[in-house]
């Protein structure tokens, strides 16, 4: 671990750095409480982690971390979805590259792709209109998956594919929304988080508003966030400061990108073509209200979930019982926690969604600390 002089020295703006660290302790100091921050997204979750921010905090601001990332929270039955389509006749599957490794019930994508199946990772998801009119033979799924980030990108290739008439080009959505995760944290009774740091990529799409409600339920700060350390630690800094006056407030500190209403093409455009679940299954959170999107009605031909529903897996599926993703993506407990986290549990051989993820918990953990449980 660095020494406090080290750790400054790694910042491209160490003094102001260190300003808002003196500063945090300052107003801290005179708290007689912890801050208990969650961070949503593991963009800052990596960003804390590899720069060392807690040693830089008093004792008394821990950092709890939160779903992270879509794939963090996908549960392994929709990876069997995902499986099942790859292994029909003239079918080729496309997905995000994360989305790949993370294991499903029987294997993960990598498995079946290695057995045969046409499993492609896509790194612009446009592609998916060039693969499906160079395969005119083929049925092109598209294994959709995001939070409000990447939402409007399938909007666009829907739009798209309903305006060229590529009809072999269809979608299994998996996107899920950050506000009602927040209100699933929340109603657990061991929750013990009285703040938030706000995903920026989602706020720059959905806006900062998603949040009030979360402001005005739990009387909790959410400060969106940049993933610079400065702007993790300014947004600490609000946080603090909201808590010295017993105020809970939304804040935007990510203002260079971030605006209240968001992107309001790229909302109506996703209002065009996707609307609300009834219900969700998060791993490691469980079912959740109207906390993902689907297809509407009027687009069921392009929906691989109706088409293809008879070949489609019904049972849901729980995580290995050593791995403790659940309890980490709830903010009950950190990955070095989990028994397996480092031994059974590796990048290289994950078990859980929080470790295969670039974005999950115990992959940052794994990565930045150099601490496993192995003996």
């Not at 109506?268 to 969700?280: E, V």
């Not at 490691?284 to 293809?308: C, M, N, V, W």
């Amino acid at each position: 671990m660095m020494n406090l002089t080290e750790l400054y020295q790694q910042f491209r703006n160490p003094d102001t750095i260190k300003a808002l660290a003196e500063e945090i302790k300052l107003h801290a100091s005179q708290l007689d409480t912890d801050i208990n921050i969650m961070e949503v997204c593991g963009g800052h979750t990596h960003t804390i982690m590899k720069y060392g921010l807690k040693q830089l905090l008093p004792a008394n601001i821990n950092f709890i971390h939160g779903p992270g990332c879509p794939v963090c929270i996908m549960p392994k039955e929709r990876i069997d979805h995902a499986a099942a389509l790859a292994q029909l006749d003239d079918v080729i599957l496309l997905t995000l590259g994360d989305m790949i490794r993370v294991p499903g019930s029987k294997g993960s994508l990598a498995h079946y792709r290695a057995k045969g199946c046409d499993i492609r990772p896509l790194y612009d998801p446009m592609d998916a209109l060039s693969i499906a009119k160079d395969n005119p033979d083929k049925t092109i799924i598209f294994f959709a998956i995001g939070f409000e980030t990447s939402t409007p990108m399938t909007a666009v290739l829907i739009d798209q594919a309903e305006k060229q008439q590529i009809n072999n080009l269809l979608f299994h959505i998996n996107h899920v929304l950050v506000p009602p995760a927040i209100d699933a944290v929340m109603a657990n009774p061991q929750a013990k988080v009285n703040a938030f740091i706000g995903p920026a990529h989602v706020s720059v799409i959905s806006g900062a508003k998603i949040y009030q409600a979360a402001v005005d339920n739990y009387h909790t700060p959410v400060v969106v966030a940049g993933f610079e350390p400065v702007d993790v630690m300014e947004s600490i800094l609000r946080i603090v400061k909201q808590k010295q006056q017993n105020i809970a407030q939304l804040d935007n500190q990510y203002s260079r990108a971030v605006s209240y209403e968001g992107n309001q093409a790229a909302q109506a455009l996703i209002n065009q073509y996707l609307t609300l679940r009834a219900s969700f299954r998060w791993r490691g959170l469980g079912p959740i209200a109207k906390s993902a999107l689907t297809l509407k009605p009027q687009y069921a031909h392009r929906d691989a979930e109706i088409i293809f529903k008879q070949q489609l897996p019904t049972e849901e599926i729980d995580d290995h019982k050593a791995c403790q993703c659940g309890d980490i993506l709830r903010g009950l407990a950190n990955p070095q926690d989990c028994k397996v986290f480092g031994r059974g549990c590796s990048p290289d051989n994950p078990l859980g969604s929080c470790m295969v993820s670039s974005e999950g918990a115990c992959n940052a953990y794994y990565r930045y600390t150099g601490v496993t449980n192995a003996s």
